[in-house]
C-alpha cells in the first residue's frame, strides 16, 4: 500500500510538473523531459510510470479529470434536479474543473492522430461511464451501451464547442449541450413511439436481439425494459 501511494505521489507530481508546458510543447516527450526535471522524480521512475511519453500524460490528465467529477459529484446534492439535468450538470462539472482550456485542445489535437484515435475514443466513453455510473446507472445489456454510446456523442461534441467559447461563464456551450440533450430527448420520443406501433415493434425487434448478445459489466438487473430514455 505504502508502495502504491509512493508511486502515486510520483505520477501527480511528474502529471503537475507537465502541465505548465503543455501549452507550448503538447503532450510530448519534450513535455515529459522538462516535468521530470521540474518534479525532482527519478527519470527511471518516471520514465516507467509514463513508458510512451506524452500520450500517456495526455491519458494521465484525462482520467485525473475523470476523478474529479466524481469527486464534485459525490459531494453534490442532485437529488433536486431532473435527471437530464443532472447530466448537464455532470458535463458542466467535468469542464469546469479543467485548468486551462489549452491542455485539452492539445489532446485533442493528439488524439485526433490516426494512431491514437481509438484511445481518445476509449477516453471519452471513459468519462461517459464515469457519468452514468456517479448518477447511479445501474442498466446493463443494450440499455447499458445506449447510454455511454449516446452520452460520449454528446460529450465530445460540447467539447470541441468548448473550445472555441468564447461567450461570457460559456454560457454559448452550456446552450448547445441543452440543444444536444433536447435532440437526445425527441430521438428517445420517436422510439417511444415506434415501440407503442405494431410496426415499429417489429423493426426494432432485430437490432435489440442483435445488441441483447452484449454483455454489460455486472450490475443489480433491477431496472425493466430496454431503449430506455436515458436523460429522463
Known amino acids: ?57 495526455a491519458v494521465a490528465f484525462h482520467k485525473r479529470g475523470d476523478q474529479r467529477m466524481t469527486d464534485t459529484l459525490a459531494a453534490t446534492d442532485l437529488s433536486s434536479m431532473r435527471f437530464r439535468d443532472r447530466v448537464a450538470f455532470a458535463i458542466r462539472t467535468r469542464l469546469d474543473l479543467i485548468e ?17 484515435a481509438a484511445e481518445g475514443a476509449k477516453l471519452i466513453w471513459g468519462t461517459a461511464d464515469a457519468i452514468w455510473t456517479a448518477l447511479g446507472d445501474t442498466s446493463r445489456d443494450v440499455n447499458w451501451y445506449t447510454k455511454r454510446a449516446t452520452l460520449s ?17 460559456h454560457q454559448a456551450t452550456w446552450d448547445f449541450l441543452d440543444r444536444r440533450i433536447a435532440d437526445v430527448m425527441q430521438i428517445e420520443t420517436i422510439k ?7 410496426l415499429g415493434k417489429a423493426l426494432l425487434a432485430g437490432p435489440a436481439k442483435v445488441m441483447e448478445k452484449w454483455r454489460a459489466p455486472t450490475v443489480p438487473d433491477d431496472l425493466p425494459g430496454r431503449f430506455r430514455n436515458p436523460f429522463r
Open 1 to 57: 500500500m505504502e508502495t502504491q501511494t509512493t508511486l502515486e505521489n510520483a505520477r501527480d507530481q511528474v502529471l503537475e510538473a507537465a502541465l505548465i508546458h503543455v501549452p507550448f510543447d503538447g503532450w510530448s516527450d519534450a513535455t515529459l523531459r522538462a516535468a521530470i526535471a521540474d518534479s525532482g522524480v527519478a527519470e527511471g521512475l518516471a520514465r516507467a510510470l509514463f513508458p510512451r511519453g506524452g500520450i500517456d500524460l
Open 100 to 116: 486551462d482550456r489549452e491542455l485539452v485542445r492539445r489532446g485533442t489535437t493528439l488524439f485526433a492522430l490516426p494512431q491514437h
Open 153 to 169: 456523442a454528446v460529450y465530445g461534441s460540447t467539447v470541441l464547442y468548448w473550445l472555441g467559447d468564447d461567450s461570457t461563464g
Open 192 to 198: 417511444a413511439r415506434m415501440r407503442d406501433n405494431p
